[in-house]
C-alpha cells in the first residue's frame, strides 16, 4: 500500500488565490485518493476558508513527486483558548467548526493522499509539522476523522517515529445505510415493526395529501433559489416551534451554502428536493452526491400537520427511492445519532479526534483543569442520584 522511501517535494500555500490554481489538480487527487470524500473538496474547504477563515492563518501542504501531486494537508493556524482563557496555537483543518456555534460540520477531514503514497506523504507532512513549516504550534488537531480510514495508523505510526503521542477520542457516530437495489429489498431488512412504521407513514400521508403532494427539485438557477428559500424557512419554522435558532438563522452559515450549492449544481452533484401540496411548502431536504454515495445534510418541515403526517420521514423516503433508483451504493446520513436515523439503519461508523500535543506548561495546566472538571461532574453525578424524587413528582412523566 505505502511505499516510504519515495522522495517528495513539498510547499506551503498561504494565500487564497494559490488555493483557486490548485483547484483541478485537488480534485484529482481527491477522486484518486482511497477516500474521496466530498468536504475535502476543493469546493467545499475554499468556500470555508472565505467565509470562516477570518482569524486563520492559510497553511496548506501541498507534496509533489516527479511533479505530480500526491499529497494536500489542507490546513489552517489559529489562537484557540481552552477554559478559562489558556491560548493554545492550534494547527487544524480547513473546515473544523468554529466555537461560534455557527459551523458546517465537516465531517471525514483528513490529509488527502494518492494510493502508494501513504506513508512518504505521513513522514514528510510529521517533519514539516516538526520543523515548524506550517507555523508555531502548540497542538495538532485532525477534529472529524471517519474512525477506519486506512491512513490514520500510518500518520500515528509517523508521529510515533517523530516522538509526539497521538491521542485518539471517539468524538461522534455517523449512521449510514447500505442501499438496496429496490424499497422492497430495503423493507426486507427491517424488522416487521419497522416494516409496519414505514407503511403506515406513507398511507397516512397519502391519505392526508390525496395523493396531490408534488415533490420538485433543484435543476437551475431559478429552481435552486426558491429551494433555498423553501428550506431556510421550513427550517427556521421547525427550530423555531422548539425555540431554537437552527443553522440558517447565521448569515456565514447560508453564505457559505450559497456558493456550495451553486458549485453543487454545475456539477450535477446537488438533491435539493421540496414537497409542496397544493402551492404550499411542507418539507425540504439537502443532499448531495459524490461518486456512487449520497450524503444527507440538512432538512426542514412545518409542523402544522396533524401528528400522524410524518414529513420528515417521507422526503426522506423520496430521496432513498431515487438513490435507489441511481444504483448508488450508500446513504450516509452524516455525523449525530437521531431518532429519525435509527428507523433506516443500525450500522454507523466512528467519528474520531486526532490531537498531538507539545508537553509544555500550558498543556499541563489544561490537563489538570481538565480533569478538576471531570471530577466535579463526577461526584455533582453521584449526589444528584441520591436525591429522592418528592412523592407528589409523577416519576413516569418525560420530556416531549
Not at 477531514?109 to 506550517?134: C, K, S, T, W
Not at 419554522?237 to 440558517?248: L, M, N
Not at 449544481?265 to 439537502?286: E, I, N, Q, S, V
Not at 490537563?367 to 436525591?387: E, I, S, Y
Amino acid at each position: 500500500m505505502s511505499t516510504p522511501s519515495r522522495s517528495l517535494e513539498s510547499r506551503i500555500l498561504r494565500e487564497e488565490s494559490h488555493l483557486d490554481d490548485l483547484r483541478p489538480a485537488w480534485d484529482e487527487l481527491l477522486a484518486a485518493s482511497v477516500r474521496p470524500e466530498p468536504m475535502l473538496s476543493a469546493d467545499w474547504l475554499i468556500a470555508w476558508q472565505r467565509i470562516y477563515g477570518k482569524g486563520r492563518a492559510l497553511c496548506v501542504g501541498v507534496y509533489e513527486a516527479d511533479g505530480q501531486l500526491v499529497g494536500l494537508a489542507p490546513m489552517c493556524s489559529r489562537v484557540f483558548r481552552y477554559r478559562p482563557g489558556i491560548p493554545f496555537r492550534r494547527i487544524e483543518p480547513l473546515g473544523s467548526d468554529v466555537e461560534e456555534g455557527d459551523g458546517v460540520c465537516s465531517d471525514y477531514l483528513h490529509l488527502i493522499v494518492r494510493p502508494g503514497f501513504e506513508e512518504a506523504v505521513a513522514q514528510a507532512y510529521v517533519a514539516d509539522m516538526n520543523a515548524g513549516v506550517y507555523g508555531p504550534w502548540d497542538e495538532w488537531l485532525l477534529p472529524s476523522v471517519d474512525g477506519d480510514h486506512p491512513l490514520t495508523p500510518i500518520l500515528v505510526a509517523a508521529w510515533a517515529r517523530a516522538g509526539r503521542t497521538v491521542l485518539t477520542t471517539v468524538a461522534d457516530v455517523c449512521p449510514y445505510l447500505e442501499i438496496p437495489p429496490t424499497w422492497d429489498d430495503f423493507l426486507a431488512t427491517l424488522s416487521k415493526s419497522g416494516r409496519r412504521s414505514f407503511r403506515s407513514c406513507l398511507v397516512d400521508f397519502q391519505k392526508w395529501s390525496e395523493g396531490r403532494a408534488i415533490v420538485q427539485h433543484a435543476t437551475d438557477a431559478a429552481s435552486l433559489a426558491e429551494g433555498k428559500r423553501v428550506l431556510q424557512a421550513l427550517h427556521r419554522e421547525r427550530w423555531h416551534a422548539d425555540e431554537k435558532e437552527g443553522a440558517f438563522s447565521s448569515p456565514r452559515f447560508c453564505a457559505f451554502h450559497d456558493i456550495v450549492l451553486q458549485h453543487l449544481l454545475d456539477d450535477d452533484r446537488l438533491d435539493l428536493r421540496w414537497l409542496t401540496l397544493d402551492g404550499r411548502a411542507l418539507a425540504a431536504y439537502y443532499a448531495f452526491r459524490y461518486g456512487d454515495k449520497l450524503y444527507y445534510y440538512q432538512a426542514g418541515r412545518t409542523v402544522d400537520v396533524p401528528p400522524k403526517v410524518r414529513l420528515g420521514i417521507v422526503i426522506l423516503v423520496d430521496g432513498l427511492k431515487d438513490a435507489m433508483a441511481r444504483g448508488l451504493r450508500e446513504f450516509d446520513f452524516l455525523a449525530g445519532q437521531a431518532q429519525y436515523k435509527s428507523l433506516f439503519t443500525d450500522t454507523s461508523r466512528k467519528i474520531v479526534e486526532l490531537r498531538v500535543a507539545k508537553p509544555t506548561l500550558r498543556e499541563a495546566v489544561r490537563k489538570t483543569l481538565t480533569t478538576g472538571v471531570r471530577m466535579f461532574r463526577q461526584v455533582r453525578a453521584r449526589l444528584q442520584t441520591k436525591v429522592q424524587v418528592p412523592k407528589h413528582v409523577n416519576q413516569t412523566e418525560r420530556p416531549v
